[in-house]
């Protein structure tokens, strides 16, 4: 099973060194792995379909309680076989579509990368592999969308997934992390059998938001849609497989898997009907609007995922089963129509509707799949869109209160959903053909034969229900925690979902006939964009762009004394406020050594030498009476029973003056001094610097202290390190190691002097 | 009155009473070479305050730090001049 | 800038500065002074020399270039840090010799070291004044 | 008799150093200042230094007191005329009640070289 | 080279005494050292000479010691009395003395001796300037210089 | 082994730096035989570290004076795991700078002073006594001042006077902070410190020592907000010098902050409350920052910030689990930042620019190499499994414990400006098509000698692979992480090892 | 004592405000000796006792100043000359590179857009 999940990024690393092998006709050979895979996980139909469940375990990091758990359920079942299923048809299409493409065999690693972490997100039992999953998706996305990555909308589109999916990935880090606080394991499994109740604990809502986040970003709902149209810049197979079938219905894995474990909660179901209600509107609202092909099937994309997420939410029996099978449905003909988009594309050049008509005449097969896929997506029968949307008015008939309400919306974006369907499905093939369209060669084999496969099947299903009844019943015991005894059927009999079905029919296909897409129409919505999420984020981003380069100038704005005084300034509240908080202020006078005349004096003039320093305009002065001090310090030094030190620092202290001489000799005079204001800000801090620092030295000075170290050189300075002047026998031998690394410290200082001033500047820094 | 006690209250405060003058002379400048001047007396003068005290502690290492005083403060006068003599004048 | 007064002292002050500098150097085991203020006094020396003569004078002086001495300084410490590695004692702990030398004194590794912070100190500050002098 | 040799070398020696001082203060310009100061000062030193020689009466303190005498009295000199020559170079002027100025324009600026008479100086001119 | 050989005792004296060790050994260990440190610091100076009359030494460095105690009270009058009697200047003295450790020795003293300053020596070594505080005849003053200093170190060193 | 050998990290450097200097004309020998010595003192690394590995930590005596009187080297796992790293970043490096760092730099002593500050790193990890921690660091500065100006270019005199000046500050703090230290115990060795510093009477007093070496350690750690050094200077060396030093120099005051906060002093309230606001407001300042530079550099400076944020925010939460987070981010962090300047500096020769929007095209002329910098591109975002996603999950996993709700949401959003920044990076460099066409005279890579690329390549596969293995290996990597936590929660058996209980 | 070493940060850290790099480097030098005679002061003064075993004898056993803030200082003060040095002529550098010795000219680095 772990090469199973892994087998994508296997070759995708193959690829890497193999690549240019793959570029040609051997492209196709590269199917066999989707294809394989597909077969290996339809062994496990059968069984799953009977209601069991494998675990699959391998090792990883249990130090983190983080390893490798496949489990196979119903729900994950279903996207593998998705996963694998479509991927083979992308896999064969891609291979046509984009033969001879300079890049093909990046474009198939990516896809292999792309599929593995796909598998990886809907098997992981352990909800940080899942997240781990989840996040390459993301990633393999970022590089499928930007693929054609010298386009700047290109670019610009992957980015924009990459942002919204990674923000949303990083919010499920979050609830993963968090789940495995409140329960204790990152086992889903586990989580559900452990009987800890999540709804009752205090974080429970956060959970939820981050879920939410998570899932909405990924599944493209309202208002972190915007970027799955935008997705759109990628080539058409990448649409097909991440943006109708597999990643963008990540999330909605994620609210299945999830909804035994956190559903029936109001806060759950709400938000899940609210936002799925809203999105599948606004989205259905948006796809009859657009004249792209691939706008439209993105939009009606979201939409449909909005319908799964407004049905998960709802977490009814019905609704979860109506989910159940959309989740299929959904994904065979939409992956369809992509396809079929796709190859229209490909061979007429354009996917505006405004310039697609009666390609019927030259891609006839392709004609079929489009009717098959578009009446699958209208739920006529007897298509399996057919059992689908039955199942979606059930469960909104379902539910008590509101019903009128969700049946209502659902109603509306069906009706929407099956223009948009037909738009794209059936309006490119009928009609008379464009001029411009004269020239378009039929399609070959591969190119036509994958969307006319899903399209079948979608047919083949909806006629025979029942091969899939025992597999969907899976599926919705996965969604609902506990058995499911669903039943599937093309035909329930004269109801009111029937009568509804037709509604939509009517409606949708009246609206087909009406609605004319064109640029000018487009235009009219995109005067609304002022209000879209996606402006609304991308003016966040800009105001985020904005602050940051206001706080980053403020923050580094070139000044030094600025850095130097925020960061006194830091220190200094520090020690205010432990000062003034923590430290017993008291003087012992008695400890406090009392001066002599003479220090006072020595300090006096280090005083006014300072004094001197700081006020004087010449430099030289400056240098001088840094001497001053210096010497002063060397008399300080003698006073108090130092004369190892007063050598040293006197000796330091000349060659220092002797350093800026030399050094001096080039500067000009002191420039312009600061403002007065700034002085005496400056002066302030500084004062209060020193004050905090005097007081705290006249504390320390208080406390008593017992110096062990200095009474045990004083004993053996001489026994055992046979010298007398203590000061050097612990610069020498105590602490000879310091004085190692001192003399290294002048030794690196001479090298860097020396380099330095002997080296002449070169402008490139990598190679003169 | 002790040897000590003398050279503590009598020697050492004139000598530490130079050393203010030397420093008035220091802070009045005007050029800089008074200011070189005067710290090269500063340093000399410690070299006798240095005595002075290794006397008053009874220890005579600190002469060996009059000394390097005495050597090393004879360099710094010389790179002053260096420096003074160098330095074009228009600056 | 040449004062003939200055190059006539500094020519004797510079070998009475040297042993100057190495008697501290000597002596800083038991009174104050040591490798560090024998390297800076040695320095001062030769940089005196240079103040009163020409850079090419005073480098004439000393044949190698001063910057060489750091690292056969570094090496002197660094031999008085293994040695005791090589005997299965801890880094740095000294070594000395059984009877003491005359004049000097007890000799160990602690002098070896010394002498290694002397030669580092004096060829630091050498190369530091005269690569300033030289690209003044 | 120790401790009076040591008082009288200590005191005048110190009071040299203090009319030293009180004369760095009064002379009213630089080579004034140099002249009175830097001689009396080293003098003073070395006094005070030879009552500490008195005091310790040891032969590593004595012959270690005159070699700084020796050395003050060496570089002392050597240190005032190299200053003085400087400032004179860098146009430091003479007091205004100074009778004479031999050094006035012997010294050839650009070449930092000095002179022994006037004539060449006219020649140079011409 | 009988010079160097007495610059070389005297640095193994000067060391004795530094050390403050008067063993045998020691003078054997600063002779050594001070012939290497010669051997080192020589090498550019091949003209030099050494005193050899010690007697005149001795009354060279009294007299110096006389001259220089008479012009500290000299100038100690001049700084404690208000009134100032001053007349400086700087005088152009011409040389006698040619080698440069004479010239040195001669300036030195004169600097070192209160109210008088060696300010420069002419590139050609033929004068002098010297900053004095009293000149109240020029010639005089010239004249007490060259009869009294340069005479003396005259006679030490030819 | 002989405990005495685990000074020999610090004593290799030395003696290879001395060697170097010997070699001061040389240069073509002086690449090779750095190269070899840092081969050789990784070896001698990884034997110290699979000893204490093994057996525990380990402490010698220097001058076999015995704790406290003289300086005690201890090697715990923090210690040799650091000492590790850094000759791995040390050997690659220098193998980088083979090739990538001209005559005019070579010349002045570029690989002495490289391997004097590798010694200075591994002296700091290794050194038991707080004064001689302070002389480390002052190797370090001086290597890294000198490292920072070699070549003397205007942008690098102009950042290191930024550097310069606020690494000095630091200095100065820092040794503020040991006086005061000293004054209240009278003791420098630090498992001797931890048991005194808790019998001062006057609380504080010890309070407001920690307040320095926080300050102290905070400038050179690049904390918010005492930073302002980094972003001003990072990118204005060479390549291979901005790469040591993001990956080493702010590490360096992060492990002196981890070191001295559980050792020495105690983490109260408060001082847990400041380091997570101000690991909050680091976090998002560098963040914020990265996301408008467009030198790569400059970019890179600001993610180092922002991950130090992340290192701080470990050490306020102080727990075992997340000092554990902290030091995996520690680790993984090293060898990625180190391994991402390299990899600008690739770019840079490749493109001929360090600038977002002159760079471009990288991918379609070097698309292998493309997918190799994609390795600690994607390390540093934290992409799961690469290695900076383990440490953060444990980092959130602790704020959980610590039901630390903000600092939650900053690694978050700190995470999430790190992925954009990077992926902006991947987008603008590696996918643009490069409009910029250099001019002619650029020495560009395909003009190096084959050799010379390969010393160009090599060290980012190395590190690359060693990232990778810090990703897929979480197992070892996150139970060394834990074991060092675990020592430093408790560091009484450190304190009972050096002082020889 | 502990006021002066107080004036000494203050005035090192005001010298460090200024615009001019020749300042700035006083002012290092400043902060350098304050915390100088910070070790010094805190390891508690002794007048007049240097901590040298007399010749006469084995070991210190009178009172005497405690060698190891000496010894700390010691190092500290070669260090910083060391760092001073490098420094000063950084300093220079910058100056004949930059041809300002105002650091407020010394913000290129800094600036979003520099193009390093
Ligand atoms: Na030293
Ligand atoms: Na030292």
């Not at chain 1, 496949?70 to 729900?75: S, T």
């Not at chain 1, 190691?737 to 820094?765: H, Q, R, Y």
């Not at chain 4, 080579?31 to 032969?59: P, Q």
């Not at chain 6, 890579?445 to 979480?474: H, Q, W």
Request: contains cysteine; glycine residues 8%; charged residues 15%.
């Amino acid at each position: 099973m772990l090469i199973a999940v892994l087998s994508g990024f296997i070759l995708a690393f193959i690829m890497a060194f193999t690549g240019r092998w793959f570029k040609g006709k051997l492209s196709l050979l590269l199917s066999s792995v989707p294809v394989l895979l597909f077969l290996y996980f339809l062994q496990y139909s059968s069984t799953v379909a009977q209601g069991e469940t494998l675990l699959f375990s391998y090792t990883w990091v249990p130090s983190m309680d983080i390893d490798f758990v496949f489990y196979l359920d119903g729900l994950s079942l279903l996207f593998s076989l998705l996963i694998t299923g479509i991927g083979s048809l992308v896999f064969i299409y891609t291979a046509a579509y984009m033969k001879n493409h300079e890049y093909l065999d990046r474009f198939f690693a990516y896809l292999g990368m792309f599929m593995a972490s796909m598998l990886g997100v809907v098997l992981s039992d352990n909800v940080v592999t899942l997240f781990i999953f989840w996040e390459l998706t993301s990633i393999s996305s970022f590089f499928l969308i930007g693929f054609k990555n010298e386009s700047a909308e290109s670019r610009k589109s992957a980015l924009q997934a990459l942002v919204i999916t990674g923000l949303g990935g990083l919010f499920l880090l979050g609830a993963a992390a968090l789940l495995g606080q409140i329960t204790q394991s990152y086992s889903i499994q586990e989580m559900l059998q452990s009987g800890i109740s999540i709804e009752s604990s205090p974080l429970y809502g956060i959970v939820l938001l981050l879920i939410f986040v998570a899932a909405f970003t990924k599944s493209a709902q309202f208002p972190f849609h915007f970027w799955l149209p935008g997705a759109m810049t990628a080539p058409t197979p990448v649409s097909t497989y991440l943006h109708s079938a597999t990643m963008v219905k990540a999330g909605i894995y994620l609210l299945a898997r999830m909804s035994p474990l956190l559903g029936g909660q109001p806060a759950w179901s709400l938000t899940l009907m609210i936002f799925g209600g809203i999105t599948m509107l606004y989205a259905a609202f948006h796809a009859i609007y657009r004249t792209d092909l691939k706008a439209i099937l993105a939009y009606s994309t979201v939409s449909a995922l909005g319908i799964l997420v407004f049905l998960i939410g709802m977490g009814t029996e019905k609704s979860l089963l109506a989910a159940s099978l959309f989740i299929l449905v959904h994904a065979l003909y939409k992956a369809s129509l992509f396809l079929v988009a796709g190859t229209i594309d490909h061979e007429a050049g354009t996917r505006n509707l405004d310039q697609l008509g009666g390609l019927r005449k030259v891609l006839m097969p392709l004609a079929i799949a489009g009717l098959l896929a578009a009446i699958s997506n209208a739920g006529i029968p007897p298509t399996i869109g057919f059992v689908g949307k039955d199942l979606i008015y059930e469960a909104t008939l379902g539910t008590d209160s509101t019903l009128w309400l969700f049946t209502l919306v659902a109603l509306i974006t069906n009706i929407l959903l099956l223009a948009a369907g037909f738009l794209a499905g059936i309006k490119p093939f009928t009609g008379p053909m464009p001029d411009a369209l004269k020239d378009t060669h039929a399609a070959p084999v591969l190119m036509w034969l994958p969307p006319l496969l899903l399209a079948v099947l979608g047919l083949a299903l909806g006629l025979y229900p029942a091969m899939i009844e025992g597999f969907t019943r899976a599926v919705h015991s996965s969604l609902l925690g506990s058995t499911s005894t669903a039943h599937l059927a093309l035909w329930h009999g004269f109801n009111l979902v029937l009568l509804l079905s037709l509604v939509t029919l009517a409606l949708g296909v009246t609206l087909y006939m009406v609605i004319r897409p064109s640029a000018e129409r487009l235009a009219k919505v995109e005067r609304f964009e002022k209000f879209s999420p996606k402006f609304i984020l991308n003016g966040l981003g800009a105001a985020g762009t904005f602050f940051a380069r206001a706080i980053t100038s403020l923050l580094q704005n070139g000044y030094l004394r600025y850095y130097v005084f925020t960061i006194i300034s830091f220190l200094t509240l520090l020690m205010a406020y432990k000062i003034i908080s923590g430290v017993n202020l008291y003087i012992d006078y008695s400890r406090l050594s009392i001066l002599s005349a003479k220090e006072i004096i020595i300090f006096s003039i280090m005083l006014a030498s300072i004094l001197f320093a700081i006020f004087t305009n010449s430099r030289l002065a400056a240098v001088a009476s840094m001497g001053i001090m210096g010497y002063s310090i060397c008399l300080l030094f003698v006073f108090f029973s130092a004369p190892d030190l007063a050598m040293t620092q006197f000796a330091i202290d000349t060659l220092t003056v002797i350093l800026f001489v030399l050094v001096l000799y080039h500067l000009p005079k002191y420039l312009v001094l600061s403002e007065t204001g700034i002085r005496l800000r400056d002066a302030a801090l500084s004062i209060t610097f020193g004050l905090f620092m005097t007081i705290t030295i006249i504390e320390v000075l208080n406390e008593p202290v017992d110096k062990i170290t200095s009474a045990y050189y004083a004993e053996n300075a001489y026994k055992l390190a046979k010298g007398k002047n203590i000061v050097n026998v612990i610069l020498v031998d105590f602490r000879g190691i310091d004085t190692m690394i001192e003399i290294t410290v002048l030794a690196i200082s001479a090298v860097g002097v020396f380099g330095l001033l002997k080296s002449k500047v070169n402008e490139n820094p990598l190679k003169e | 009155m002790t040897l000590q006690d003398y050279l503590y209250y009598f020697i050492l405060p004139v000598l530490t009473l130079s050393v203010i003058l030397l420093f008035i002379r220091f802070v009045k400048g005007p050029s800089i070479s008074d200011r070189v001047v005067s710290l090269d007396l500063h340093i000399t003068t410690g070299i006798g305050i240095i005595s002075i005290y290794s006397i008053i502690n009874d220890q005579p290492t600190f002469l060996d730090i009059a000394m390097i005083l005495a050597l090393i403060a004879f360099l710094g006068t010389i790179a002053f001049s260096y420096y003074i003599e160098k330095k074009e004048k228009n600056e | 800038m040449k004062s003939i007064i200055l190059k006539t002292g500094s020519d004797y002050l510079l070998p009475l500065l040297i042993m100057f500098s190495i008697f501290i150097l000597l002596r800083g085991h038991y009174l104050p002074g040591g490798g560090f203020v024998g390297g800076l006094i040695a320095s001062i020396a030769f940089v005196l020399h240079f103040f009163a003569n020409s850079l090419e004078n005073t480098k004439n002086i000393i044949r190698i270039h001063p910057g060489l001495l750091i690292p056969v300084g570094l090496v002197f410490a660094l031999f008085s840090a293994i040695i005791p590695l090589f005997l299965d004692q801890a880094v740095m702990t000294a070594q000395w010799m059984h009877e003491p030398l005359p004049v000097i004194g007890m000799v160990g590794t602690a002098l070896l070291f010394d002498i290694g912070v002397y030669l580092v100190v004096l060829g630091v500050t050498l190369t530091i004044i005269f690569t300033i002098s030289e690209t003044m | 008799m120790n401790d009076i040799i040591i008082i009288v070398l200590s005191t005048l020696g110190t009071l040299l150093i203090f009319l030293a001082a009180v004369g760095i203060v009064k002379m009213p310009d630089l080579y004034l200042r140099i002249s009175v100061t830097t001689k009396a000062v080293t003098l003073g030193v070395g006094l005070i230094l030879a009552s500490s020689a008195v005091y310790f009466n040891e032969a590593g303190v004595v012959s270690r007191v005159i070699a700084i005498i020796l050395f003050i009295f060496l570089t002392a000199p050597i240190g005032a005329h190299m200053i003085g020559r400087a400032s004179y170079f860098r146009g430091i002027g003479l007091w205004k009640k100074s009778v004479i100025d031999d050094l006035k324009g012997m010294y050839e600026k650009s070449t930092h070289t000095l002179k022994s008479d006037d004539k060449e100086d006219e020649i140079f001119d011409q | 080279m009988k010079g160097k050989f007495l610059m070389n005792l005297l640095l193994t004296f000067i060391w004795v005494a530094l050390t403050g060790a008067f063993a045998l050994i020691n003078y054997v260990f600063g002779f050594v050292l001070s012939f290497l440190i010669m051997w080192i610091s020589d090498r550019n100076n091949q003209k030099t000479k050494y005193y050899s009359i010690v007697p005149q030494l001795i009354s060279f460095i009294f007299f110096f010691i006389y001259e220089l105690f008479k012009a500290n009270l000299q100038v100690a009058w001049e700084v404690i009395t208000p009134k100032n009697k001053m007349k400086p200047g700087i005088v152009k003295v011409p040389l006698t003395v040619t080698s440069d450790f004479e010239i040195t020795l001669l300036a030195n003293l004169i600097t070192l001796t209160p109210g008088t300053l060696s300010l420069d020596i002419s590139g050609d070594k033929k004068v002098l300037y010297v900053h004095a505080m009293y000149i109240h005849d020029r010639d005089a003053f010239i004249e007490g210089i060259k009869n009294g200093f340069e005479k003396r170190i005259l006679d030490l060193t030819r | 082994m002989k405990d005495n050998l685990i000074i020999l990290p610090v004593l290799f450097q030395l003696f290879s730096a001395v060697v170097l200097l010997f070699m001061w004309n040389s240069t073509p020998r002086q690449k090779i035989t750095s190269v070899l010595l840092s081969l050789v003192s990784l070896a001698i690394s990884a034997y110290i570290f699979a000893n204490v590995y093994q057996t525990g930590i380990i402490s010698t005596q220097a001058g076999s004076w015995k704790a406290p009187f003289g300086i005690t080297f201890v090697a715990d796992l923090f210690s040799s795991t650091m000492v590790l790293i850094s000759s791995v970043a040390g050997l690659a490096v220098s193998v980088f700078s083979t090739a990538t760092i001209g005559k005019n730099r070579l010349r002045f002593g570029y690989f002495p002073v490289l391997h004097f500050l590798i010694m200075g790193l591994n002296g700091a990890f290794l050194t038991g006594d707080i004064f001689n921690l302070y002389v480390w660091f002052e190797i370090i500065i001086i290597a890294s001042f000198v490292l920072i100006t070699i070549g003397g270019e205007k942008d690098q005199l102009e950042g290191a006077m930024k550097y310069v000046t606020m690494n000095l500050l630091a200095s100065s703090i820092f040794l503020t902070a040991i006086a005061m230290l000293y004054g209240l115990t009278g003791s420098l060795n630090m498992a001797d410190l931890s048991l005194r510093v808790a019998e001062v009477q006057n609380r504080g007093l010890v309070n407001v020592t920690a307040m320095l070496f926080f300050v102290g350690f905070g400038i050179k750690s690049a904390i918010f907000p005492l930073y302002f050094w980094l972003p001003a200077s990072y990118h204005t060396p060479p390549f291979a010098v901005s790469a040591i030093f993001g990956g080493l120099l702010t590490k360096v005051g992060v492990y002196a902050m981890l070191r001295i906060f559980t050792l020495v002093f105690e983490m109260d309230a408060f001082l847990s409350n400041l380091i997570l606001v101000i690991a909050i407001l680091t976090m998002l300042t560098g963040g914020l920052g990265a996301l408008i530079q467009n030198n790569i550099r400059r970019m890179l400076a600001y993610l180092i910030i922002c991950h130090i944020g992340f290192m701080i925010a470990g050490l306020g939460m102080s727990t075992t689990l997340s000092f554990s987070g902290a030091l995996y981010y520690l680790i993984h962090d090293i060898v990625v930042k180190t391994n991402i300047f390299l990899v600008a500096g690739l770019i840079f020769a490749i493109c001929g620019t360090e600038n977002l929007k002159m760079a471009g095209g990288l991918y379609a002329s070097h698309p292998k190499l493309s997918l190799l910098m994609a390795i600690p591109l994607f390390s540093l975002a934290g992409i799961p499994p690469l290695s900076g996603f383990w440490p953060k999950l444990t980092l959130i996993k602790a704020s959980f414990v610590q039901e630390d709700y903000v600092v939650f949401t900053f690694i978050l959003l700190a995470s999430f400006v790190t992925l954009f920044v990077l992926a902006r990076l991947w987008a603008e460099v590696f996918w643009k098509k490069r409009e910029h066409i250099s001019n002619d005279d650029f020495f560009c890579f395909n003009d190096y000698l084959p050799k010379e690329k390969a010393a160009m390549v090599f060290p980012v596969i190395f590190l690359a692979a060693i990232s990778l293995f810090l990703g897929l290996g979480a197992e070892f990597i996150n139970n060394i992480a834990w074991q060092i936590a675990s020592e430093l929660s408790d560091p009484s058996k450190y304190i009972d090892i050096v002082l020889g209980n | 004592m502990a006021i002066m070493i107080g004036v000494l940060y203050a005035a090192g850290i005001y010298m460090i405000l200024r615009r001019s790099m020749v300042k700035l480097i006083i002012g290092l030098t400043f902060l350098g000796n304050g915390a100088n005679l910070l070790i010094f002061l805190l390891g508690r003064i002794t007048k007049g006792k240097p901590p040298i075993i007399p010749s006469d004898a084995s070991l210190l056993s009178d009172v005497y100043a405690d060698p190891v803030p000496q010894a700390l200082i010691l190092t500290a003060i070669v260090i910083s000359f060391g760092l001073q040095a490098f420094a000063i002529i950084l300093v220079k550098k910058a100056y004949e590179v930059v041809k300002t010795d105002d650091m407020d000219q010394m913000n290129n680095t800094d600036r979003d857009d520099h193009e390093g």
